[in-house]
């Protein structure tokens, strides 16, 4: 199963943006414990951005994107939101979502999920 990230395109800094997430084909069994959104700039990691949890819906964030970034979702639609406000030229990278089907590891951490996107780029000119 492969996750399918849209919504992403080039805006000027302080400008919003809505990112979707649905799966390409088929749909997570009951048991998927959360999604979440990571971002990779050109030359550097991937970094953590949001994740939530599946059934609990609660929210997790890294300070660099806090009180500006929001994730939600809709059960009904299988589908994850980001919504990015205010957004920066350091805003800019690939922004990938990704789910994780169990508790074990850290939220925060691609290592724990075991789904992935191709990602959808997001620009911030300044």
């Known amino acids: 199963v492969q996750l399918q990230a849209s919504g992403g395109g080039l805006v000027q800094a302080g400008a919003s943006l809505r990112l979707s997430c649905a799966p390409s084909e088929g749909t997570f069994n009951p048991s998927t414990y959360a999604r979440a959104w990571f971002r990779q700039a050109p030359g550097k990691g991937r970094e953590f951005v949001a994740a939530i949890t599946w059934l609990g819906g609660n929210p997790y964030y890294p300070d660099s994107v806090k009180g500006r970034f929001t994730i939600s979702k809709d059960n009904a639609k299988n589908t994850m939101y980001l919504y990015a406000d205010s957004l920066e030229p350091a805003d800019t990278a690939i922004y990938y979502c990704?789910?994780?089907?169990?508790?074990?590891?850290?939220?925060?951490?691609?290592?724990?999920?075991?789904?992935w996107g191709p990602g959808t780029q997001v620009t911030v000119s300044s």
């Open positions: 990704a789910a994780k089907r169990t508790k074990t590891g850290n939220i925060r951490s691609e290592g724990a999920y075991d789904y």
